[in-house]
C-alpha cells in the first residue's frame, strides 16, 4: 500500500474562519479526547489575530459544538500554532516552513480550509518555499470546481504541486457514521445480495430534505443551487455506493475504483428527467439577485445502465426549506404478486430504508397479517439500527474520521479526481437547464410538478 505514512503535522489554513469555528476545532478536540492528537498543528490565518487569540477561538468554538473537556482542550492547546500573515506574499510560506522545521516536521498535511478562489496562489507559494516536498499531504474543501472544466482547472493547480494520491478532496458525506453504516451493510449481509439488482428492486429513492433555508449564504448559493451544492458530490456518491459491485479486495483504492465504474455507467440525464423548484421567498434573500433563477430543490431520474440496474430508475431528490430536515435512502422491492390475496398492495410495501439524517436508522419494510377474520394486511417495518438524534457513544463525527483518515494517508473516503471529474460530466447537462423553475412554499414537500419525478 502505497502513501501510508502518517503526516507528522496538521498546517490549516483559515484558522480564524468558520469551517474552522464550526468543525476543525471540534475535531481536534475529539481527537486529542481519544488521544490521538499527538502532532502539531498549525493555524494560519490574515486576520492580524495572535495566537492567544486563537486559542480563545478554538475554546469558545468547542464549548458551543465539541463539549468542553479541560484535559482534552490542554493537549490541544499544547500542540496549537498560529502564524498570520498574507497568503500572497511568499514570506508568510518561508516563515511556515521555519515553523515546520523547528516541529521537525517534514510530513505535513496542509488543509486548506479556505475559498476556492485563494487555493491556487496558496498551493504556488507552498511549492516555492518548498513545504510541499515528498511526503506533504494537501487537503481540500468542496467546491472542487463548478464544472467540468474548472474541476480539471483545480485539479492541474493541485497536481503542479501534488501527486494525486497526496491530495484529500473532503466530502463529508463520506465521512458520516450512518453512510459508512450503509455500505457496512451492504456488504456484510449475504441475504442482501440476491435482491441487489433489477430483478427484485423497482427504485431507489434517495431525499436529501432541509428544513431550512441557505442561512444567509444566499450570495453563495447563487452561484451553486442545488445541484452544485449536494447533488453533484454527496448524493452522487451515495447513488455509487448503492449501485457499485462488492469491491474486489483491501487494496487502497478497491471502493474507489468501483464508484467509478457505477458513475461512468450513468446515463445522460434528459430534460423529462428533471424537476426544479425554488422555495418563495429565496429572491428576497440578502445577497439573492430578485429575478433569480437558480434552484433550491431538484428531483432527477437517473438510471444506471449496468448488467445489475438496466432499467431501475434512481430518484435522488434534495431541497431546501421543506417541512422537515431528513436524510434517507429507500430501496424499494417488486411487489408480491397480488393473485393469493384480495387486497391490493400498496406502492412501497417491501423495502430497504437507510435514514442518514437527523438520526440513524437501518430499516425493512414488510407487511403483516391484521388480526381478524379477514386475509388483510399492514405495513410494518423491522428495525435493524435505531439511534437517535444525538447518536450512540463512541460514534466519530465526520470531520474527525477524515482528518485522522487523511493524516494517516487513508484516501478510501476522499473524492478521487476520476470521481469528481465523471460526476460534473453528468450533471453538467442539467446546470443551465432550461427546465422550468417552479416556485413552492416553505415548510412544504416541494414542488408537486416533482411528483412525476418520484413515482418512478
Ligand atoms: C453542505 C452544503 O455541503 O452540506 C449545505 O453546502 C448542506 O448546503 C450541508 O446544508 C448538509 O450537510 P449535513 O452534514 O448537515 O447533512
Redesign the pocket.
Known amino acids: 500500500m502505497r502513501n501510508r505514512t502518517r503526516s507528522d503535522s496538521l498546517v490549516f489554513f483559515g484558522a480564524s474562519g468558520d469551517l474552522a469555528y464550526k468543525k476543525i476545532f471540534p475535531a481536534l478536540l475529539a481527537m486529542a479526547r481519544r488521544g490521538k492528537l499527538d502532532f502539531p498543528v498549525i493555524g494560519m490565518g490574515r486576520s492580524g489575530w495572535t495566537r492567544d487569540q486563537l486559542v480563545e477561538r478554538a475554546r469558545a468554538s468547542v464549548t458551543e459544538y465539541g463539549g468542553f473537556d479541560a484535559k482534552a482542550f490542554a493537549t490541544l492547546e499544547s500542540r496549537l500554532k498560529y502564524l498570520d500573515g498574507d497568503y500572497n506574499d511568499v514570506q508568510t510560506f518561508e516563515q511556515l516552513r521555519a515553523i515546520l522545521a523547528q516541529c521537525d516536521s517534514t510530513r505535513p498535511a496542509h488543509y486548506l480550509a479556505i475559498p476556492p478562489s485563494v487555493f491556487p496562489g496558496v498551493i504556488e507559494k507552498l511549492h516555492v518555499a518548498s513545504c510541499t516536498r515528498e511526503g506533504a499531504r494537501v487537503i481540500v474543501e468542496?467546491p472542487f470546481g463548478r464544472d467540468l472544466e474548472s474541476a480539471r482547472s483545480l485539479n492541474d493547480t493541485l497536481h503542479r504541486a501534488f501527486p494525486e494520491d497526496h491530495i484529500f478532496r473532503i466530502d463529508?458525506?463520506l465521512g458520516?457514521e450512518a453512510v459508512q453504516n450503509m455500505l457496512y451493510f451492504r456488504f456484510a449481509n449475504a441475504f442482501l445480495e440476491p435482491i441487489w439488482n433489477r430483478h427484485y428492486v423497482s427504485k431507489v429513492v434517495i431525499t436529501m430534505a432541509?428544513n431550512f433555508g441557505v442561512k444567509g449564504r444566499g450570495k453563495f448559493y447563487e452561484e451553486a443551487g442545488v445541484v452544485r451544492?449536494?447533488i453533484q458530490?454527496?448524493l452522487l456518491q451515495i447513488v455509487s455506493y448503492l449501485a457499485m459491485e462488492a469491491p474486489a479486495g483491501t487494496y487502497a483504492d478497491a471502493i474507489r475504483d468501483e464508484q467509478i465504474k457505477v458513475l461512468r455507467n450513468i446515463r445522460p440525464i434528459k430534460p423529462e428527467d428533471l424537476v426544479l423548484g425554488q422555495f418563495s421567498g429565496y429572491r428576497k434573500e440578502p445577497g439573492v439577485d430578485p429575478a433569480s433563477r437558480v434552484p433550491t430543490f431538484a428531483a432527477l431520474r437517473l438510471f444506471v445502465d449496468s448488467w445489475r440496474w438496466e432499467g431501475v430508475p434512481f430518484i435522488v431528490r434534495a431541497g431546501k426549506a421543506l417541512e422537515a430536515t431528513q436524510?434517507e435512502v429507500v430501496v424499494e422491492l417488486r411487489h408480491a404478486p397480488p393473485v393469493v390475496f384480495s387486497e391490493d398492495t400498496p406502492e412501497r410495501s417491501n423495502y430497504i430504508r437507510f435514514r442518514l439524517?437527523p438520526n440513524v436508522a437501518i430499516g425493512i419494510g414488510a407487511r403483516a397479517k391484521r388480526g381478524g377474520d379477514e386475509m388483510v394486511g399492514a405495513p410494518i417495518e423491522l428495525s435493524v439500527v435505531e439511534e437517535g438524534v444525538q447518536g450512540a457513544e463512541g460514534r466519530l463525527g465526520?470531520y474527525e474520521r477524515l482528518l485522522g483518515d487523511a493524516m494517516e494517508g487513508d484516501a478510501t473516503l476522499f473524492a478521487r479526481q476520476d470521481i469528481v471529474e465523471t460526476a460534473w460530466s453528468i450533471v453538467e447537462p442539467i446546470l443551465g437547464s432550461d427546465n422550468p423553475v417552479h416556485e413552492y412554499e416553505p415548510g412544504s414537500v416541494g414542488p408537486t410538478e416533482a411528483d412525476r419525478i418520484t413515482a418512478g
Request: charged share 40%; net charge negative.
Open positions: 468542496k463529508h458525506y458520516k432541509e451544492d449536494v458530490n454527496h436524510t439524517a465526520d
